[in-house]
């Protein structure tokens, strides 16, 4: 634990309405907002966590939300600045399906795959309101099949490549890296604690909180499947931070992403 390294991958930016992500309380006009995925060296391995979104489909199927990604920002772009390729990866985690967190599984048809049991079969038959956020299919054979969009799955992507291995509630999938359940923003929402031997611990909300402020006001996006737990998810989260004495970073915070480590900078 003491040599555990957190890198950060810059995967681009997209542009959401203030009001979508502060829910009802907005103001309202374009937001620009940072997308990462999260790679943690440890002793026990290499761990993947979320892979960003994919350009073209983002361009098919959201183009509103006017993606802007380099070369560099895509997950073979970005672990290529780190000297690694996508076979150095042997596990990646999925805080959930939405598809700016999993535009890269793709890339790791041989790596184990981890999510909460019931986000496959949420994005294989999402509420209708779910429907934009679960567009990108590409994780799962299994997802795709069932919603009819089995042209989205890469030459080579099967039932059996394209497996998840399955959690549920806390747990803690190696020393000091602990998924959070933090259901609401979707069923299967995951947050992450990150613990370290020589410096305070970071605790991720991934989408539990897009931002700082949407911390601070238990103010989540408008994209969620159970707005209650939304906000139980997020005092929980502000309850561990000040019992972990934990350095909080947000999934979708531009201001606070500007002053994040990124490439081959990292934390720990
Ligand atoms: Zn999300």
């Not at 634990?1 to 103001?27: A, C, E, Q």
């Not at 907002?33 to 350009?55: K, M, Q």
């Not at 099949?145 to 490549?161: M, P, W």
């Not at 747990?171 to 359940?181: H, N, P, Q, R, S």
Request: charged share 20%; glycine share 8%.
């Amino acid at each position: 634990m003491s040599d555990t390294k957190v890198y950060l991958l810059d995967g681009g930016t997209l542009v959401l309405d203030g009001f979508h992500i502060f829910w009802n309380r907005g103001p309202g006009g374009e937001v620009r907002f940072p997308v990462y995925s999260i790679l943690i060296e440890h002793a026990e391995g290499r761990f993947l966590i979320d892979t960003g979104f994919d350009y073209d489909h983002v361009m098919a199927a959201l183009a509103f939300e006017k993606p802007q990604q380099t070369k560099d920002q895509t997950i073979p772009g970005a672990l290529k600045l780190l000297g690694l390729e996508p076979k150095d990866i042997p596990v990646v985690v999925n805080s959930h399906f939405h598809f700016d967190h999993v535009g890269g599984n793709k890339y790791f048809p041989h790596a184990k795959k981890i999510c909460h049991k019931n986000e496959i079969t949420q994005a294989a038959q999402p509420e209708v309101f779910e429907v934009l956020g679960y567009s990108d299919l590409s994780f799962s054979a299994e997802a795709a099949e069932a919603r009819g969009k089995s042209d989205q799955l890469l030459e080579g992507t099967t039932a059996a490549n394209s497996q998840f291995e399955l959690i549920e509630g806390d747990v803690e999938l190696a020393k000091g890296v602990t998924f959070i359940y933090t259901p609401g923003h979707t069923v299967g929402n995951y947050s992450l604690l990150v613990e370290f031997g020589t410096r305070k611990p970071i605790l991720f909300t991934i989408d539990a909180a897009y931002t700082e402020q949407s911390l601070k006001t238990n103010n989540q996006a408008s994209f969620h499947i159970d707005p209650v737990a939304g906000v139980r998810s997020m005092e929980r989260l502000k309850a561990l931070a000040a019992e972990k004495d934990a350095d909080l970073m947000y999934s979708h915070d531009m201001a606070n992403f500007q002053t994040y480590k990124t490439g081959t900078q990292f934390y720990g």
